[in-house]
Nanobody, 125 residues
Framework: VQLQASGGGLVQSGGSLRISCAAS????????MAWFRQAPGKEREFVAA????????PYADSVKGRFTISRDNAKNTVYLQMNSLKPEDTAVYYC???????????????????WGQGTLVTVSS
């Protein structure tokens, strides 16, 4: 299994960015997908997740209303659209995958079995 995150970069406060995670080596439609992030000196935290069909999308309170997670099962890719970015959103963003049944959409880091290498998002003030 490989999860390849991309699209990170430097953006000004209030700006937008979309990051992507391309998956290979798995039956993508059988996996819930999620984004986690880790800021310098802090623990990794949950950002957003999406169920197999895309119908369930839980978010962390800190990003609710600003970030949107989506997936394209035909392209084996999950996206995170980030709007109204703040300096505190600066972090390495990791995508994760877990084989699940039906609409189960895990939000805990220890539930995910596959991880990508991360992409750095830096928001300047």
């Amino acid at each position: 299994v490989q999860l390849q995150a991309s699209g990170g970069g430097l953006v000004q406060s209030g700006g937008s960015l979309r990051i992507s995670c391309a998956a290979s080596g798995l039956t993508f439609s059988r996996y819930a997908m999620a984004w986690f992030r880790q800021a310098p000196g802090k623990e990794r935290e949950f950002v957003a997740a999406v169920s197999r069909s895309g119908g369930s999308t839980p978010y962390a309170d800190s990003v609710k209303g600003r970030f949107t997670i989506s997936r394209d099962n035909a392209k084996n890719t999950v996206y995170l659209q980030m709007n109204s970015l703040k300096p505190e959103d600066t972090a390495v963003y990791y995508c994760a995958a877990k084989s699940v049944i039906l609409t189960h959409t895990p939000t805990r880091m220890d539930e995910y079995t596959e991880w990508g290498q991360g992409t750095l998002v830096t928001v300047s003030s």
